[in-house]
């Protein structure tokens, strides 16, 4: 339990701060899952759509420090890699 004032405020900040940071990580898990569906149905148009909104979010995600930019990077690249596979195996 936090003694000081400061102390207590903190708590208070943090609590509301994991708040918004599990539902921002929450977000970026979905549309990841949604995304990971639709390129494992090899539906290629609406996964370029959902691609889009997947790394939105992402970049969303690093740019509030919930990920390190370099994590945000080499999720975009796995991601995209996926989507060049089912464009180049459908044709």
Do not use: F, W
Request: charged share 35%; net charge positive.
């Amino acid at each position: 339990m936090a003694n000081s004032p400061q102390a207590r405020k903190r708590a208070r900040q943090e609590s509301r701060s994991r708040a918004r940071n599990m539902a921002q990580r929450a977000k970026v898990r979905t549309q990841i899952k949604k995304y990971l569906k639709l390129t494992e149905d090899n539906d290629i148009d609406a996964s370029r759509g959902e691609y889009r909104k997947v790394a939105s979010h992402i970049d969303v995600a690093a740019r509030k420090g919930l990920h390190h930019p370099n994590k945000a990077a080499r999720l975009k690249s796995r991601l995209n890699i996926r989507l060049k596979n089912i464009s180049s195996s459908t044709g």
